[in-house]
């Protein structure tokens, strides 16, 4: 798992590309599957679920949704791992999760 960084994920969000911005959303997926806690496993697929909104850096719409994402980073830092031997509550082993479809299909229209 890479080491989860708030200014690096910020400045992808930020990024003019935009698979720099679905990349960093992925990100937030693959913490959700290593965190031990519920509720910011939950609160990281109910935010990633949204998808990637307007691009517009400059509106105060955008600036709040990187904040957050920001601040779920910082929250995923000091949070506790699962073990190796625990299931990720977020079910992915029942199959392709909705936001995993949303990402991919955000990646191919590029």
Do not use: N
Not at 9 to 34: D, K, P
Request: proline share 6%; net charge positive.
């Amino acid at each position: 798992m890479t080491q989860p960084d708030g200014a690096h994920l910020r400045g992808q969000l930020l990024s003019a590309t935009t698979a720099e911005r679905v990349q960093a959303l992925h990100q937030l997926t693959l913490w959700a599957a290593e965190v031990a806690d519920p509720a910011l496993q939950r609160d990281l697929d109910a935010f990633v679920a949204r998808g990637l909104p307007y691009f517009a850096p400059d509106s105060l719409g955008y600036q709040a949704w990187v904040a957050k994402a920001t601040a779920l980073t910082e929250r995923v830092v000091s949070a506790p791992r699962r073990t190796a031997g625990t299931a990720a509550s977020s079910g992915s082993a029942r199959g392709p999760r909705p936001e995993r479809l949303r990402l991919a299909r955000a990646m191919a229209c590029g």
